[in-house]
């Protein structure tokens, strides 16, 4: 039997809810931004300017993926974004980069020394809120490395309906997942707290992460996948059976999100005939956010927060 046609199934962990069915894609995206220019060809002042440069277009960066993640998320979503851009304002960080400049070492140099280093701080903290941090920390270092290289952060995407496979997503590749190509994702790092699992629950991705080091080594670009984001398992290349009670359990799925929001539209009303009017918490998601409540059924605001 070749390895094509043999089932498996690898078992992570459930990050966000929903079946999806399709075709692998996998993902990868240099982690580190090849080092440029080398050391010593450049004076301190030339590295400082070339980081400066490269804050700056990372900033204009963040803040257009803050928007796209206002248009898809609740505020309190896509405000992961702004720490990113609180980042790049950082001024321990900063000054660690600096004082690396200062020493001889290229922008690059300083900067990567400097991420790592507080993300390293970070993750030895042992909480899951401050490992989340540590994950966009890198997010944001991978970013300002690339343009430092003088490379893009533009990501490749499926031309088909696929399920995305990697070893991680960052926050900010999450967020710019296309509804309408990328069914779900599955990857062998992450939990079920991280920033990327939030942002798949906020946008209706399932999910799983977690997966064992062998699914990533097994799985192959085209290869038919079930990912089931409530169980936390992935079936490559699933046999025609399995294939049959999947697809059920999706239709099923759909069928009770569509009762779901229809049930949203009709007015509120207790046993015993209490009217009740169901209002909706806004966080400054401007109109955007106002038309999702409506459509998932809020008839007015209970709580603006314009903080």
């Known amino acids: 039997m070749t390895r094509a046609q043999q089932m498996q199934q690898f078992q992570g962990i459930p990050a966000a809810a ?17 080092e440029t220019p080398t050391a010593g060809t450049t004076t301190p002042d030339q590295e400082r300017a070339r980081l400066q440069q490269a804050l700056d277009a990372a900033r204009a960066e963040i803040q257009r993926l803050y928007a796209q993640a206002r248009e898809r998320l609740s505020e309190e979503d896509a405000a992961i974004f702004q720490v990113h851009e ?26 990567h020394q400097a991420i790592e280093s507080q993300a390293a701080v970070l993750e030895s903290l042992n909480d899951p809120v401050f490992s989340a941090r540590a994950v966009d920390l890198r997010d944001v270092g991978q970013r300002v490395a690339r343009l430092l290289a003088g490379e893009s952060n533009e990501i490749p995407f499926p031309d088909e309906p ?43 991705l399932p999910a799983v992460v977690g997966l064992p ?39 099923e799925e759909a069928q009770r999100q569509a009762a779901a929001q229809a049930q949203g539209a009709q007015p509120a009303v207790t046993r015993d005939g209490r009217r009740v009017e169901v209002a909706a918490n806004l966080g400054g998601g ?8 409506v459509a998932l059924g809020a008839e007015g605001v209970g709580l603006l927060r314009t903080e």
């Open 162 to 204: 696929s399920i995305i496979v990697a070893r991680e997503l960052t926050p900010s590749q999450t967020i710019l997942l296309p509804k309408d190509l990328v069914r779900g994702f599955g990857t062998v790092q992450g939990s079920k707290t991280s920033h990327v699992a939030i942002l798949a629950r906020g946008l209706g």
């Open 286 to 293: 401007g109109e955007e956010e106002a038309r999702r409540a």
């Open 18 to 34: 929903g079946v999806a069915i399709a075709p692998a894609f996998l993902f990868s995206l240099a982690e580190q931004a090849a």
């Open 213 to 251: 080091a062998a699914f990533l080594e097994t799985v192959q670009t085209g290869d038919m996948l079930i990912l089931d984001g409530n169980a936390g398992v992935v079936i490559l290349n699933p046999d025609e059976a399995t294939l049959a009670a999947y697809r059920q359990k999706a239709a």
């Open 86 to 111: 609180m980042f790049l304002q950082d001024p321990t960080l900063l000054q660690e980069v600096e004082k690396g400049i200062a020493q001889g070492q290229t922008a690059s140099e300083a900067w």
